[in-house]
């Protein structure tokens, strides 16, 4: 598992393929916080999280993702964390 303190405050979540999941609000516990502005419409206006468990690496100020960001946008959870898939 990658070292949490490494992910910077609005650094580019991106996935195995390159493309844009999401934007660092913050880390918290063992998950990615991501904004709000990268919830998605319908889930406009609250934050969506990301497993630390799926980094891959921390470059500079991106976060890239063991899963394609197809994969990845499906395994983002809930501040509770179920899945934002019902």
């Known amino acids: 598992m990658i070292n949490a303190s490494e992910i910077r405050e609005h ?4 996935g195995a ?14 998950r990615i916080k991501l904004t709000k502005k990268d919830s998605g419409s ?3 206006g609250h934050h969506h999280f990301i497993p ?8 500079d100020n991106r976060v890239r ?22």
Do not use: F, K, P
């Open 11 to 14: 650094a580019e979540v991106i």
């Open 17 to 30: 393929d390159g493309m844009h999941v999401g934007t660092v609000d913050r880390v918290e516990g063992n």
């Open 42 to 44: 319908e889930h406009d």
């Open 65 to 86: 993702l063991s899963r394609s960001s197809g994969d990845a946008l499906g395994a983002e959870q809930e501040q509770d964390g179920s899945s934002i898939r019902h």
């Open 52 to 59: 630390l468990d799926l980094v891959e690496s921390v470059d």
